[in-house]
């Protein structure tokens, strides 16, 4: 099993650019999710998914957009980069919401100049 | 609003020196509670976990949490360190059921050979 698997590792673009983070598992876990890391600011959730079909806001959701067609794919979308979204961008999946230890991918570093 | 406040944001040790770094949260029901640790340049690990029973919980590398309830608090120690646990360390709660991971600042921890 590759577990959490996201691409790109490191990207940069420029303002007002769009581009898709992904966001793959193949342990059929339900419920995935897209963080974001900033210093000082720890891990903060954008938007969530608990399973094919659905997705919700999480805590810092502005200026991105998710959708959950598959169970296996969580891809996340910046549809027109700033640089405030520069930051390290990790996706995480727990089994089912009764399950309690999330699995996070490598991360992908964004940079946007 | 539920949060994590982690005391500590960046704390210098010696090796050989003991750790411990402060985490507090603001919920008053049913919490899972999780220390994550983030080596340089890699990923989030899961350190350790508490979810009921025994309040002292032990982890991986020698590590051990502490879960007060009366004072909202999973305070992280370890009574030695190492040069290698040089890393940033997250503190993490989620609700009961909900899956949601709410993080702390993170902790930064330098240890000196």
């Known amino acids: 099993n590759a577990g959490v698997t996201q691409t790109p590792k490191f990207q940069v673009l420029k303002t007002g650019q769009s581009m898709t983070l992904q966001c793959a598992q193949d342990?059929?876990?339900?419920?995935m999710s897209w963080y974001r890391q900033d210093p000082g600011m720890g891990l903060r959730l954008i938007h969530y998914s608990v399973g094919a079909g659905i997705t919700d806001q999480g805590e810092v959701p502005n200026g991105y957009n998710v959708s959950r067609s598959t169970t296996e794919d969580f891809p996340l979308r910046l549809l027109s980069a700033a640089p405030s979204q520069t930051s390290v961008y990790f996706c995480a999946t727990l089994k089912n919401r009764g399950q309690r230890v999330q699995y996070f991918g490598p991360g992908t570093r964004l940079t946007v100049t | 609003a539920q949060s994590v406040s982690q005391h500590n944001h960046h704390v210098i040790l010696s090796e050989a020196a003991s750790l411990e770094l402060g985490c507090n949260y603001s919920y008053g029901g049913t919490v899972n509670l999780f220390w994550y640790v983030q080596y340089p340049g890699q990923h989030l690990q899961l350190l350790l976990k508490y979810f009921s029973g025994d309040p002292l919980v032990k982890g991986i590398k020698g590590f051990e949490a502490e879960f007060i309830k009366s004072k909202f608090s999973f305070n992280l120690r370890k009574p030695s360190v190492q040069w290698s646990d040089t890393a940033e360390y997250f503190c993490a709660v989620t609700l009961e059921n909900t899956g949601k991971l709410i993080f702390g600042q993170g902790t930064t921890l330098q240890v000196k050979p």
């Open positions: 342990m059929n876990h339900e419920y």
